[in-house]
């Protein structure tokens, strides 16, 4: 089935923290229209298991597919690990899938190699060592060292950061033992670039911290280009959708996105 390059793009996440990667996109490529879906109901992913992830990745994809998105981008690292195969699979020749976990890799492959760097994300995303799976098929020599950071998430969902409550939080876990000696950090988790400020003060220039949203966004254009399907004259037209509407959740998507949107309720499940 051909596609047409004035579909919009859909993106989704567990909550707001995939607006994170909707913003870089939307920088990047100021054309395109997107469609977004916060799965609220369902937040955090990270503790939640395959099965329920897959289940809920399959709702969304339909939502997202019946408003004729071209392609999908699962902004989402937990999603990513659990249901990218299936969210390909289940869209078939409908739309493109995409995944926040493989432009990553091809730029730590591109810049890492023989060399230690470090990861931080949910439980979901480290405990199923998708990272470190997928560096080892490079053959580079790319030493990863991760850990889990499961309170980060919510902690940001409900604006808790750049205050010293998130402080605390943050160096509690930068300075585990197994995050040491380290020349960068990755991101794990698209909620973390709002406290990328704060990981940055504690390591004070002596780890890189990598934003992966400004990766998976070049990833996008990338992936457009090559399938001829960027948008040259949108009008850059946005929707956006949560499974669970909540006003403190409508106030945190004008620190994410940098500008107020207007949400719809979307259930999954009625």
């Not at 869209?91 to 995944?99: D, E, L, M, Q, T």
């Not at 969902?157 to 010293?164: A, S, V």
């Amino acid at each position: 089935m051909k596609v047409n390059p004035l579909n919009p793009v859909g993106i989704f996440d567990s909550g707001i923290g995939g607006l994170t990667v909707a913003r870089a996109v939307r920088e990047l490529l100021p054309h395109e229209n997107l469609i977004y879906f916060g799965d609220t109901a369902h937040l955090p992913y990270g503790d939640k298991s395959a099965a329920a992830i897959q289940s809920y990745t399959v709702k969304i994809c339909d939502l997202l597919i019946k408003n004729s998105c071209k392609v999908i981008l699962i902004a989402c690292n937990s999603a990513s690990s659990a249901a990218y195969q299936l969210a390909k699979e289940y869209a078939g020749s409908r739309a493109k899938v995409i995944n926040v976990i493989d432009p990553v890799i091809q730029y730590l492959g591109a810049h890492y190699a023989h060399r230690s760097i470090g990861l931080i994300g949910t439980k979901r995303t480290v405990k199923s060592n998708v990272y470190q799976k997928k560096l080892d098929k490079l053959n580079l020599d790319i030493k990863l060292k991760s850990l889990a950071t499961p309170l980060l998430a919510p902690m940001i969902e409900e604006g808790y950061f750049n205050n010293t409550i998130s402080e605390q939080i943050i160096i509690n876990y930068l300075s585990d033992a197994s995050l040491q000696e380290i020349e960068s950090l990755v991101l794990g988790c698209t909620h973390y670039p709002l406290i990328k400020n704060q990981i940055e003060k504690y390591y004070q220039g002596s780890v890189k911290v990598i934003d992966t949203s400004y990766i998976v966004a070049e990833a996008l254009k990338d992936f457009l280009a090559n399938e001829n399907l960027l948008n040259s004259e949108g009008g850059n037209i946005h929707k956006f959708y949560v499974s669970d509407y909540t006003h403190s959740f409508a106030e945190s998507t004008k620190i994410f996105f940098q500008e107020e949107v207007n949400l719809e309720h979307y259930p999954l499940w009625e």
